[in-house]
Nanobody, 117 residues
Framework: HVQLVESGGGSVQAGGSLKLSCAPS????????MGWYRQAPGKEREWVAT???????TYTDSVKGRFAIFQDNDKKTLYLRMNTLKTEDTGVYSC????????????WGQGTQVTVS
């Protein structure tokens, strides 16, 4: 049973920072990709960032230069560092995992709320 547990959300003023964490039930290196998505009220879920097993990172344009996806040295926790937050960054942030051999993310966490005012 795969579990992805996010934490670190909260309320922050525009211009502030937050760091989200995601702890998967198995080693991060067991996945070929991990990512962060977000969903704003009344909107579709939006991809935010991805990191591959070889630590290649990609970001949606709206967060480039402000957000950073990374994992800790023991490959057990995934992070999303968010700086210079904007009101449009508000939403529920979920981490996701992509098994090797799959082209899409297959597993999702419950999400953590980020509110920027």
């Amino acid at each position: 049973h795969v579990q992805l547990v996010e934490s670190g959300g909260g309320s922050v003023q525009a211009g502030g920072s937050l760091k989200l964490s995601c702890a998967p039930s198995g080693p991060i290196t067991s996945w070929c990709g991990m990512g962060w998505y977000r969903q704003a009220p009344g909107k579709e879920r939006e991809w935010v960032a991805t990191i591959t097993r070889i630590s290649t990172t990609t970001y949606t344009d709206s967060v480039k230069g402000r957000f950073a996806i990374f994992q800790d040295n023991d490959k057990k926790t995934l992070y999303l560092r968010m700086n210079t937050l904007k009101t449009e960054d508000t939403g529920v942030y979920s981490c996701a995992a992509r098994p090797c051999g799959e082209s899409n993310f297959q597993y999702w966490g419950q999400g953590t709320q980020v509110t920027v005012s």
